[in-house]
């Protein structure tokens, strides 16, 4: 297999190619990148992803960004873990379809919780930016909750679909917002982090934090 090295931010939307890399048993090298330090802006590690952002998958020294690629790359990588529909090209095409709109529709807004100034800049500003930001997720959980009715996981089986969301109610609850309404995604939750794939990826992710924090 081609070998990995896995550039992460403890608790970021990183995590949910943390958890896909553990479901599918590959074989990597962790790099914890804090985000919050300014570690994906050193020219280091511009170098490897000008983007300045996480994650970022180091492939045979081949740079790949985006998690909806990532997650495309594993799956079809370890087939066998079974991380997106298989056999069946709308299904697939169905799933990514799901990953997409969570790069591009669920996680931007709920970004404006953690950098208000960096959407609007005027005095002042920040409370409303976060105010619509708990609008626009309210909207999106609610899309969540109805994928999940009736079901376990999004598209029956487990898929790295599961991963990404966990990755937006975790942040909820770290932020606060009132998740009451959303049944199914809570249980969702709490069935996720029973996996052990997922405990594994929490907990290194628990120990570079801490490690970070440290060194601080």
Known sequence: MAKLDFHF?????SLATHIALE??????????TYTRKGQTRTPEYLALNPKGKV????????????????LTFLSRSYPNAKLLPAGDALKE?????????????VHPVMSR???PQNFC????????????AAKATAANFALIEKALEGKDWVFGEWSVADAYIFVFYNWATKLGLDVSQYPNYGKHFERMKQRPAVQR???????ALAAMDKAA
């Open 201 to 207: 990826a929490l907990a290194r992710e628990a120990e």
């Open 121 to 132: 800049d005027l005095p002042d500003s920040a409370d409303n930016v976060k105010a619509l």
């Open 55 to 70: 994650p970022l998958l180091i492939v045979d020294g081949k740079p790949l960004t985006e998690n909806t690629a990532i």
């Open 113 to 115: 919780f953690f950098g």
């Open 23 to 32: 479901e599918a048993g590959a074989t990597f090298t962790p790099k914890p």
């Open 9 to 13: 931010s403890p608790g970021a939307c």
């Open 93 to 105: 095409a169905e799933a990514l379809s799901f990953i997409a709109w969570c790069a591009s529709g």
